[in-house]
T-cell receptor, first 111, second 113 residues
Framework: DAGVTQSPTHLIKTRGQQVTLRCSPK?????VSWYQQALGQGPQFIFQ???????QRGNFPDRFSGHQFPNYSSELNVNALLLGDSALYLC??????????FGSGTRLTVV | GENVEQHPSTLSVQEGDSAVIKCTYS??????FPWYKQELGKRPQLIID?????GEKKDQRIAVTLNKTAKHFSLHITETQPEDSAVYFC????????????FGAGTTVTVRA
């Protein structure tokens, strides 16, 4: 039974560019949440998708957007990248109010 | 929104000793408190969680206690082993109303052999 799969594992982008990160949830999970983890910090909630809609959003600008597909997989898009967007982006899937299962993350470096 | 503070930021213990990490939360309505372990370069993994209707929960060498009145909860690791070395994060949320987890800043635990 595969866990949460994220791609790519590492990514280097230039300031101003756009990036798309992908997440496949654990089998049986229908909810996907995205978190940003800066170095040495705890994960910060970006947003959560359920039934293909954004259900809740954290304190992130509109440059951060997402999508959930009918198969429950999800994408995180970040436009107009800033140096401060460099972080580990974690996807977590869940079913209902059960605990999260995190993916291994995508390490984004903005230069 | 919920604010979670975690202490200490680093903790070094001798193998076999106990380790205790403490977290406080701001929203008295929060009712679900998970703990995650993150080894270097790996994903956070849920190690134990507790709900507000329970004061303590144990799983082998790991235990979590919750004091709702004081709004704090703690992770206790007994008989520490080198493989317990990792970063530990506490988190809090209000289920089912709030879908996000609010995380503490993490505690780096080093177990000395």
């Amino acid at each position: 039974d595969a866990g949460v799969t994220q791609s790519p594992t590492h990514l280097i982008k230039t300031r101003g560019q756009q990036v798309t990160l992908r997440c496949s949830p654990k089998s049986g999970h229908d909810t996907v949440s995205w978190y940003q983890q800066a170095l040495g910090q705890g994960p910060q909630f970006i947003f959560q998708y359920y039934e293909e809609e954004e259900r809740q959003r954290g304190n992130f600008p509109d440059r951060f957007s997402g999508h959930q597909f009918p198969n429950y997989s999800s994408e995180l898009n970040v436009n107009a990248l800033l140096l401060g967007d460099s972080a580990l982006y974690l996807c977590a899937s869940s079913l209902g109010s059960d605990g999260y299962t995190f993916g291994s993350g995508t390490r984004l470096t903005v230069v | 929104g919920e604010n979670v503070e975690q202490h200490p930021s680093t903790l070094s213990v001798q193998e076999g000793d106990s380790a205790v990490i403490k977290c406080t939360y701001s929203d008295s309505a929060s009712n679900y408190f998970p703990w995650y372990k993150q080894e270097l370069g790996k994903r956070p993994q849920l190690i134990i969680d507790i709900r507000s209707n329970v004061g303590e929960k144990k799983d082998q060498r790991i235990a979590v206690t919750l004091n709702k009145t004081a709004k704090h909860f703690s992770l206790h690791i007994t008989e520490t082993q080198p493989e317990d070395s990792a970063v530990y994060f506490c988190a809090a949320t209000l289920r089912p109303n709030d879908y996000k987890l609010s995380f503490g800043a993490g505690t780096t635990v080093t177990v000395r052999a």
